[in-house]
């Protein structure tokens, strides 16, 4: 089954404590996103990527780090968190389309950060 | 600057009638626009998407209407049905990958 998936699913912490979201996806795309979705502000794209070590920075980056070291692959880094990244985040993959085709998301990752 | 806007937080229609959902977007250079569903507990899945050469695109009960003078588009969900009940996002891209969302519209149809 062609599949986006996350882990944990749902994760309470304490601020400054390092965590790590980790994102999978089986269809072979090119394209892997990170959002975060916040009340009454849509999703937002923290960090994407292209292909393999190819990564940048999307409209929220702040306090996020990511890596892409295989294809299939797409972790997300909270190196310090803070209760500002308290939120619903999702993952999504494509493939390199040039805007044209939809991305699939992940079930999604409800981090509270204490 | 919010370049993908959905101004109704919600919605409520009777089982049977009419949904419409709105967005209105503000770069003109956007011309792959999508909607997105989301279920609680879950991701968004794509609903139907349309390019900025079309003025429509039909899927079943499901139509999208671009207006792109009025940098508008709509989702028309014909006849609603209680399943669903869930939020729509409406999306937009611009010759990137990247989608640009909006702030969704919550759907409820009641029977």
């Known amino acids: 089954e062609a599949q986006v998936t996350q882990n944990p699913r749902y994760l309470i912490t304490v601020t400054g404590k390092k965590l790590t979201v980790t994102c999978s996806q089986n269809?072979?795309?090119?394209?892997m996103s990170w959002y975060r979705q916040d009340p009454g502000l849509g999703l937002r794209q923290i960090y994407y990527?292209?292909?393999?070590?190819?990564?940048d920075k999307g409209d929220v980056p702040e306090g996020y780090k990511v890596s892409r070291k295989e294809k299939r692959n797409f972790p997300l880094i909270l190196e310090s968190p803070s209760p500002n990244q308290t939120s619903l985040y999702f993952c999504?993959?494509?493939?390199?389309?040039?805007?044209?085709?939809?991305?699939?998301f992940g079930p999604g990752t409800r981090l509270t950060v204490l | 600057d919010q370049q993908v806007k959905q101004n109704s937080p919600s919605l409520s229609v009777q089982e049977g009638r009419i949904s419409i959902l709105n967005c209105d977007y503000t770069?003109?250079?956007?011309?792959?626009f999508l909607w997105y569903k989301k279920y609680p507990a879950e991701g968004p899945t794509f609903l139907i998407s349309?390019?900025?050469?079309?003025d429509k695109n039909e899927d079943g009960r499901f139509t999208v209407f671009l207006n792109k003078s009025a940098k508008h588009l709509s989702l028309h969900i014909v006849p609603s049905q209680p399943g669903d009940s869930a939020v729509y996002f409406c999306?937009?891209?611009?010759?990137?990958?990247?989608?640009?969302f909006g702030t969704g519209t919550r759907l409820q149809v009641f029977p």
């Open positions: 990527s292209m292909n393999v070590e190819v990564t």
């Open positions: 999504a993959s494509s493939f390199f389309s040039g805007g044209i085709n939809e991305q699939f």
């Open positions: 349309i390019s900025s050469i079309k």
């Open positions: 770069n003109s250079m956007f011309d792959y």
């Open positions: 999306a937009a891209s611009g010759g990137t990958d990247k989608l640009i």
């Open positions: 269809m072979n795309h090119e394209y």
